[in-house]
Structure formats: structure tokens, C-alpha cells
């Protein structure tokens, strides 16, 4: 563990009663000021490692530190440094924005005068200050989701953890809020820990981030790293047909460094997308698999994910990247 | 504890202007008392003339009762908040900051006992207007609030501890109604004690809705004020009883996340 490891987790492990096992042996670490993501699907663990990291629920095994205390042996000293924005959202909503801000703050023993400075320049800040005197049950999503993060920052913590931050807000909303956490990573004085299950969104906001899936980390580090691992590019060839049949078909041509079966779509990743095409779409017309659509594209996340866990990633509300090119290829 | 004090504090003015944002509810509480002293008290009228009855009028008689049957119920409900706080994850958002756990239960007791103190003043003024009369005045009338308070401090105790444990609306409400009105009957609200059949009489004395109601109805009509010592007693103690079930419900409900 050095210095500027904020948050360090240890092979954490949980099994909820009833059998299900959210974490199985989870490990990454945070430095200090960055934004890392935690990207995967639902049900990959991510509310459980959050949860355990905010002191709410305890692991099986495995060890936690949050800004250099034990989250199992200091719980206290923990909560005193953190900021946890929940999935639901957790704001008062027969309060007004202000007294909802005022009670987490007096309950995160801020002082009187200090705490009503704060919550004036958070309301500002987040665009709030016309609604800060309205009950949050008048509040749209996206006024409701920036409350919710005021509240997790009103105390300035060390770390915020974000759980699911976007989810279900529209996409101006969701922009606001990637512009807000941004520049609050410029100001460098929180490091933030997010889970999502949007890739633009741990492509957009993070320093670095693990892909988890089975409640294991799969693959970890910076979204650019990640993607320039992968070599090449990404062929989509959605097929008439048996999608296995014509993977058998791509294996091994020259140029094909991977050929992954989704639906009725074949992905092969190539190394040089132009000059593969006619190869990969005369093979498959000699395998007897007739081709309705192809798309090229540089490797994404989604790539990433699906280099490491053997299946495209699903996230719930995530737009079919790929299906939406495939029919604007067929189009043209 | 300086945590406690201020933490509870904190908490229950959330709850109390959560209560008077939703002044419906407030009116709702008291359609029922309103209905069993203006109907009741006209229906059973005569019942007074029965042998042993001992009180000249049904609703001098009534009105302690329904001030202690309101009490039992609407604090009886109490838990229904702690439980909406479960499911919009407040409670979550609480559990992550410093918060003194003990004031998240006490802040709840509180407010229920604080809203039994304002439904007993209103009814006990309803019961005026009805044409009861209060032989011994003020001094009774506070002895009844404050009877009717520690018994709502038990019941929302157990409510808030049983919303902990089952977590699940439907299960309070079911627990709610098949004890709701059984201990309201086998108690001395609607009738004399000694008309009782000596059965219901012998399960009345461990209801601590029956001793509210002994209490409350002999704090403004009689002058056994040790009876009601007593029975305040027995209450409290309920109360501390019902505050640890409560308590250790909250440890449990956190050791289970």
C-alpha cells in the first residue's frame, strides 16, 4: 500500500443470506484525486463493494481501507471522510433541498455558521439555489440527482463514492452531471470512487477503472490503456444464419486475431480493418453463411469487455451501439 | 451522548415537519376518534343505566378510552415511516454518516409520543364539546396525555422494531390488524371492567392498552391516584422493554445487510 492509495481493497468477498454471491475475492486500489470506476453489468457486485466501502454492510472476508482506515476495525473514523450517494436516492423528499443539506450536514457534525456558508455555495454551484427553499418532492431527476451529490459533498469529504450516478436520468441531465463531477476532479480535492454500468460514462469520467463481472475484478487501468491493448479493429458481420458456423469460418484467416459469436452477429477483431473485409465476407459466402450487413470500428470498451469476458456487454439502458450502426450500414 | 441529544433532536423536527407538510394525516387520525365519540357515545348511551356501571355518563366514561385507543393505534403505525425510510435508502444514506444509531429509533418514538400529546389534547377537547365533564380538570387532563404519550412511546417502539425485522409493508400491516382491535376489546375502553365476562377481565390485566385506559379514565373521573401511579409505572416500564426490543431489532437489522 503506498501514500497516495486512498482506497484499498483486499479480496473481499461477500455471500448474501440466500445463497447469492456478490463478491468473490474483489482487489483494486484508488489513488488519491482520482475518479475510478467500477464497470459492469448488474449483478456483478458493484453496490456490494460500495456498500462494504461505506460501512454498511460487512464482508466475508478481505480487508478494506478508506482513507487510511479499516472500514471494519474504524467505522467511524470512516464515515467521518466519506460521502456515499446511493442508487436510490436517499434524499428527504417532504424537505426542501436546503434542509435536507443542513440535516446531513449537522449529522456530519459541521459547525453551525460553517455548514450554512457550505450549503449557499453548494446549492450555487450544483444550480440549486432557486429550488433550495422548495420541497425535493417538486424536484425533476436530474435537480434530485445533483442534490443527492451535494448532500455527499457537503461535509467535504476525502472520498465520495457514487453508486450508479446516471442511471435513469436523460441525457442533458446526465451531461450536467459529467460536467460537474469533472470539474470537480479538477479541483482535486475529493477522490471519487463510481460505479456504472454505462461504458461512454467510465470511458467519459475516469482516470481508471476495473471491468468486474461474478463479483471479481477482470480486467483494471486506464480506459485509453485498455483499448490500445487490443490491437486493430472491430469488424460487426451480422449473418443469415448459424452465428457459430461462421465463427468456425473466420478462425484462423490471416488477419483475424479474434472472431466472437452475439446473436445473429459475428465480431471479429482484424488487424487491419479495410483490407479485411472482402477476406472475411468472401469466407463466410464460401462457408455458405450469407452476410446482410457489415460495420468497421476502432476497439471500444465494449470490445474490452468482450476480449475479457467472452460475451458483449449488456448494460441495462445501454443503446445498441452496434445494432444501430449495423442498420445504418444497411441503409446506405 | 452530547451526540445523542442533538442527533435526536435533528431527527425528530425532520419528522415533525414531515407531519405538518402532510396535514392530511393529521386529519385522518382523528376522523376515527371523531366517529367513535360522536357515534359511539350517542349509540351506547344507555348502557350507563346498566347495573355496576358506576358513571353517570357514556361519554365521560368514552372519551379517556378513545383518547388511549387512538394513541394505540396511531402510534401502532409508526413503524411505516422507518419503513419508507428503508425503501427510498435514507436509512442508508443515514447509516454512511456519523449519526448516533440510538437517535434514529429515538427520534422516531419521539415524534410518535409528541403526535399522541396533540391527538389526546384534541380529543379530550372534542369530548368537552360533546358534553363530557372532566371531574378533576386540568390536572387529570394532563395525567390522561401523559398516560396515553408513554403508551404510544411502547406500541411505536414495537412498531419500529418489527418494521426492522420484517421489513415488508404487508407484514406490519397484517401484525398491525390482527392485534389492533383484540387489545382494544380486551380492555376496558368501551365498558365497565366488572361487566366483563371474567375471562376477558383475566387478559385485560396484561394488556398495557387496559392499563393506559384504568389510568387515563381514573386520572379525570376518580381519585385513586395510586392506581394511576401504578399503572404509569407499568407503563413506562413497557415503554424501556419495548425501546430495547427496538434497539437490538436496529443492531440486527444492520448485522443482516
Given at each position: 500500500m503506498r501514500a497516495s492509495d486512498t482506497i484499498v481493497v483486499e479480496d473481499l468477498t461477500k455471500r448474501y443470506r440466500g445463497g447469492v454471491q456478490a463478491l468473490a475475492g474483489i482487489?483494486?486500489?484508488?489513488?488519491?484525486?482520482?475518479?475510478?470506476g467500477l464497470l459492469g453489468p448488474n449483478g456483478a457486485g458493484k453496490s456490494t463493494t460500495v456498500r462494504i466501502l461505506a460501512t454498511l454492510t460487512r464482508p466475508d472476508s478481505g480487508r478494506a481501507v478508506v482513507a487510511g482506515h479499516d472500514v471494519l476495525r474504524e467505522p467511524g473514523q470512516v464515515r467521518r471522510k466519506i460521502g456515499y450517494v446511493a442508487q436510490a436516492s436517499?434524499?428527504?423528499?417532504?424537505?426542501?433541498?436546503r434542509e435536507n443539506l443542513l440535516l446531513q450536514g449537522h449529522l456530519e457534525r459541521?459547525?453551525?455558521?460553517?455548514l450554512r456558508r457550505r450549503v449557499d455555495e453548494l446549492l450555487e454551484q450544483l444550480g440549486l439555489q432557486d429550488a433550495a427553499d422548495r420541497l425535493v418532492n417538486t424536484y425533476s431527476g436530474g435537480m434530485r440527482r445533483r442534490l443527492d451529490i451535494a448532500m455527499g459533498l457537503v461535509h467535504r469529504p476525502a472520498v465520495l463514492f457514487l453508486d450508479e450516478p446516471t442511471t435513469g436520468l436523460d441525457p442533458e441531465s446526465r451531461a450536467l452531471l459529467w460536467a460537474d463531477l469533472q470539474r470537480l476532479r479538477a479541483e482535486g480535492s475529493v477522490t471519487i470512487l463510481l460505479t456504472t454500468h454505462y461504458l461512454e460514462e467510465a470511458d467519459r469520467l475516469c482516470d481508471r477503472l476495473a471491468i468486474i463481472d461474478h463479483g471479481r475484478v477482470i480486467v483494471e487501468g486506464t480506459p485509453a490503456g485498455l483499448k490500445a491493448e487490443l490491437r486493430g479493429?472491430?469488424?460487426?458481420l451480422e449473418v443469415e444464419g448459424n452465428a457459430s458456423q461462421a465463427v468456425r469460418a473466420l478462425d484462423g484467416l490471416p488477419g483475424v486475431l479474434e472472431a466472437v459469436p452475439n446473436g445473429t452477429e459475428v465480431i471479429a477483431r482484424v488487424s487491419e480493418g479495410a483490407t479485411a473485409i472482402p477476406l472475411l465476407v468472401t469466407a463466410l459466402e464460401r462457408?455458405?453463411?450469407?452476410v446482410s450487413a457489415v460495420t468497421l470500428s476502432r476497439p471500444s470498451l465494449d470490445d474490452v469487455y468482450l476480449h475479457y469476458t467472452g460475451h458483449r456487454y449488456r448494460g441495462e439502458g445501454e443503446p445498441e451501439e452496434a445494432s444501430l450502426a449495423a442498420g445504418a450500414a444497411r441503409r446506405a | 451522548m452530547g451526540w445523542f441529544v442533538s442527533d435526536t433532536f435533528q431527527l425528530l423536527l425532520r419528522h415533525v415537519k414531515t407531519t405538518l407538510r402532510i396535514p392530511i394525516w393529521i386529519l385522518?387520525?382523528?376522523?376515527?376518534?371523531?366517529?367513535w365519540l360522536a357515534l359511539y357515545g350517542q349509540l351506547f348511551r344507555r348502557i350507563v343505566d346498566l347495573p355496576g356501571f358506576q358513571v353517570a355518563s357514556y361519554i365521560d366514561f368514552l372519551t379517556p378510552g378513545v383518547v388511549i385507543m387512538t394513541a394505540f393505534f396511531g402510534s401502532a403505525w409508526s413503524g411505516m415511516g422507518l419503513l419508507s425510510d428503508l425503501n427510498e435508502g435514507v436509512m442508508s444514506r443515514l447509516l454512511a454518516t456519523p449519526v448516533s444509531r440510538g437517535a434514529i429509533i429515538a427520534a422516531r418514538?419521539?415524534?410518535?409520543?409528541?403526535?399522541?400529546?396533540?391527538q389526546s389534547s384534541l380529543i379530550l377537547g372534542l369530548g368537552l364539546l360533546l358534553g363530557a365533564s372532566f371531574a378533576n380538570g386540568l390536572a387529570g387532563s394532563l395525567a390522561v396525555v401523559l398516560v396515553a404519550a408513554l403508551l404510544g412511546s411502547g406500541f411505536s417502539a414495537v412498531s419500529n422494531g418489527l418494521a426492522l425485522l420484517a421489513r415488508r409493508e404487508e407484514t406490519l400491516i397484517s401484525v398491525i390488524n390482527f392485534f389492533g382491535l383484540p387489545l382494544t376489546f380486551l380492555s376496558s375502553a368501551f365498558i365497565a371492567s366488572v361487566l366483563m365476562p371474567g375471562w376477558i377481565r383475566a387478559i385485560a390485566r396484561f394488556n398495557p392498552v387496559n392499563w393506559a385506559v384504568e389510568a387515563a379514565r381514573e386520572a379525570v373521573l376518580g381519585s385513586d391516584w395510586a392506581m394511576v401511579l401504578?399503572?404509569?409505572s407499568l407503563l413506562a416500564l413497557f415503554a424501556v422493554v419495548c425501546g430495547v426490543f427496538a434497539t437490538r431489532a436496529f443492531v440486527t437489522y444492520q448485522r443482516s445487510l
Open positions: 482487489s483494486f486500489t484508488v489513488r488519491e484525486g482520482e475518479i475510478y436517499g434524499v428527504d423528499r417532504w424537505a426542501t433541498g459541521m459547525p453551525g455558521r460553517e479493429d472491430r469488424v460487426t462457408a455458405g453463411v450469407a | 385522518v387520525t382523528l376522523v376515527q376518534p371523531v366517529i418514538v419521539l415524534h410518535a409520543a409528541l403526535t399522541v400529546v396533540v401504578s399503572r404509569a
